[in-house]
């Protein structure tokens, strides 16, 4: 059973930097490719990013956060982080991570499909 815990939020100021964590248990992570996603007051859970599993780690990013999040993973520590700089009271959301699928040829991970596996999420709360 596909089990995550995130972590990592808080509130912070606009402009403001976040690092959350995605921990995933009762099974490895090294062979599956593995997406971030969120959840506003209000709104429909939406795709952030996601990261390929190999040594090429290929990334994708919805185009509201390009440029300021960056996401990662050690597969030592079966863990994917989200970096997050710069960010902005619309970022405020639950987040949450799961195995998404990896698109056939090219090996990229998408966030379609995600794999229907949610933790409690974090809490991100960007406000002065």
């Known amino acids: 059973q596909l089990q995550f815990v995130e972590s990592g939020g808080g509130l912070v100021q606009p402009g403001g930097s976040l690092r959350l964590s995605c921990t995933a248990s009762g099974f490895t992570l090294d062979y599956s490719a593995v997406g971030w996603f969120r959840q506003a007051p209000g709104k429909e859970r939406e795709g952030v990013s996601c990261?390929?599993?190999?040594?090429?780690?290929?990334?994708y990013y919805t185009d509201s956060v390009k440029g300021r999040f960056t996401i990662s993973r050690d597969d030592s520590k079966n863990t994917v982080y989200l970096q997050m700089h710069s960010l902005k009271p619309e970022d405020t959301a639950v987040y949450y991570c799961?195995?998404?699928?990896?698109?056939?040829?090219?090996?990229?991970?998408?966030?379609?499909?995600?794999?229907?596996?949610w933790g409690q999420g974090t809490q991100v709360t960007v406000a002065s």
């Open positions: 799961t195995v998404v699928p990896i698109t056939t040829g090219q090996g990229m991970c998408t966030l379609d499909d995600p794999v229907e596996s």
């Open positions: 990261i390929s599993p190999n040594d090429d780690s290929t990334t």
